[in-house]
């Protein structure tokens, strides 16, 4: 399985983005990781086939995922960013129904996309 993201970009504190992840074939979880600068790689939120979502406590009430299983494809609405969520965001994906929050867990890998907060 091969995920191409896109959608990072360079943005000041308060406004949007929105991230896209196309898999080349069906997958039945997908998720967004992020790495800061100097930081370990961390779990961001997570979608399962079935409509199941998961979000790291940080991105609660501003961050939103989605799916569309049509086009194997996963969204992450932005929202309210800050310059704490500056990081290189990657799309993830693994063929179980639930959702783990364990980059381990994730076989399938796209290759990043900057999302940078000014403030």
């Known amino acids: 399985v091969q995920l191409q993201a896109s959608g990072g970009g360079l943005v000041q504190a308060g406004e949007s983005l929105r991230l896209s992840c196309a898999a080349s074939?069906?997958?039945?979880?997908m998720g967004w990781f992020r790495q800061a600068p100097g930081k370990e790689r961390e779990f961001v939120a997570g979608i399962s086939w079935s409509g199941e979502i998961f979000y790291t406590d940080s991105v609660k009430g501003r961050f939103t995922i989605s799916r569309d299983n049509a086009k194997n494809t996963v969204f992450l609405q932005m929202n309210s960013l800050k310059s704490e969520d500056t990081a290189v965001y990657y799309c993830?994906?693994?063929?179980?129904?639930?959702?783990?929050?364990?980059?381990?867990?994730?076989?399938?890998w796209g290759q990043g996309t900057l999302v940078t907060v000014s403030s």
């Open positions: 993830a994906a693994a063929n179980r129904m639930w959702i783990d929050t364990s980059e381990s867990e994730y076989e399938y």
């Open positions: 074939e069906r997958i039945y979880t």
